[in-house]
C-alpha cells in the first residue's frame, strides 16, 4: 500500500468523524468533535494496522485482517457506555453512544479503503441525528419529557396541588418515585405534555410556579 494512500484513509476518516462530532458537539452532548474524531481516526489505524500487518507478514499464511476490527468493534462499547449516564429518571445519551458506536465502523471502513460506504454512512448518520430527529418530535408525536426533583413537607393535598399546578402548566405526570423521611419527602418525578394542551417549555416558570405550592421547599429540572 502507498503511503499517500495511507495519508488519505487516516485523514479521511478523521474528517468524517469530526463532521459526525460536530452535529452532536452542537447539541451539547456529552462526546463531540474531539471524540468522535479521534475514535474514527483510531479505528481506522487498527484497520490499517492489520491490513498493512497481512500484507507485510502474512505472505503463504493464513491471515484475517478482520480479527481486529472485530476486537475494535467489541472495544468501542467501553467507550461508548461513558457517554450514557442517568438524570434523575432519564436516561441520557443512548444516541451519542449510538453515534460512537458507529462512527468506529466509518473508521474501520476508511481503514479497508471503503470510501463510498464510509462517505454514505457519514450522510446517513447525519441525516438521522439531525432531520429525522425532527421528524420524530413532531411527525411521531413524541412528547418532551422533563424530570423533576422535588423536596417538600409531608401534607395529605401534595400531591393533588401537585397534579393541578402541573396541569394548569399542560404537563402530567408520567413517573413518581418518592422517598420518605420523618418530616419530609423526595420525590423523582418525569411530567409529559398533556395531549390537546399548550404545555409551558420555560423552566423558570415551571419552577416558580409549582414552588408556590404549600410545603415545596425544593424544586429542580434536571
Given amino acids: 500500500m502507498f503511503t499517500e494512500e495511507v495519508i488519505i484513509r487516516l485523514i479521511l ?3 468524517l468523524g469530526g463532521i459526525i462530532g460536530i452535529e452532536r458537539e452542537i447539541r451539547n452532548q456529552p462526546a463531540g468533535f474531539r471524540t ?3 475514535l474514527s481516526l483510531g479505528s481506522c489505524l487498527y484497520m490499517l494496522i492489520s491490513v498493512l500487518s497481512a500484507e507485510k507478514y502474512g505472505k503463504g499464511l493464513p491471515a484475517d485482517p478482520t480479527r481486529v476490527a472485530a476486537q475494535v468493534v467489541s472495544g468501542i462499547g467501553f467507550l461508548c457506555a461513558g457517554a450514557i449516564f442517568r438524570i434523575g429518571v432519564n436516561i441520557k445519551g443512548l444516541t451519542t453512544a449510538a453515534s460512537l ?3 468506529g465502523g466509518i473508521g474501520l471502513a476508511c481503514g479497508m479503503g ?5 462517505v454514505i ?3 446517513l448518520l447525519i441525516l438521522t441525528l439531525t432531520i429525522l430527529a425532527k421528524f420524530e418530535k413532531n411527525l411521531l408525536l413524541t412528547k418532551p419529557k422533563k424530570s423533576l426533583y422535588i423536596e417538600a413537607e409531608r401534607s395529605p393535598t401534595l400531591f393533588a396541588d ?4 402541573l396541569n394548569g402548566l399542560g ?3 408520567d413517573f413518581v418515585e418518592v422517598e420518605r423521611e420523618k418530616d419530609r419527602i423526595e420525590i423523582n418525578m418525569v411530567i409529559i405534555p398533556l395531549p390537546g394542551k399548550v404545555y409551558i417549555e420555560q423552566h423558570s416558570l415551571i419552577v416558580e410556579e409549582i414552588s408556590k405550592i404549600n410545603g415545596i421547599v425544593f424544586v429542580e429540572i434536571r
Fill in 121 to 123: 454512512s457519514t450522510l
Fill in 114 to 118: 471503503l470510501y463510498f460506504p464510509a
Fill in 13 to 15: 476518516s478523521l474528517i
Fill in 162 to 165: 401537585l397534579e393541578k399546578t
Fill in 36 to 38: 468522535h474524531s479521534i
Fill in 171 to 173: 404537563y402530567g405526570m
Fill in 101 to 103: 458506536w458507529t462512527t
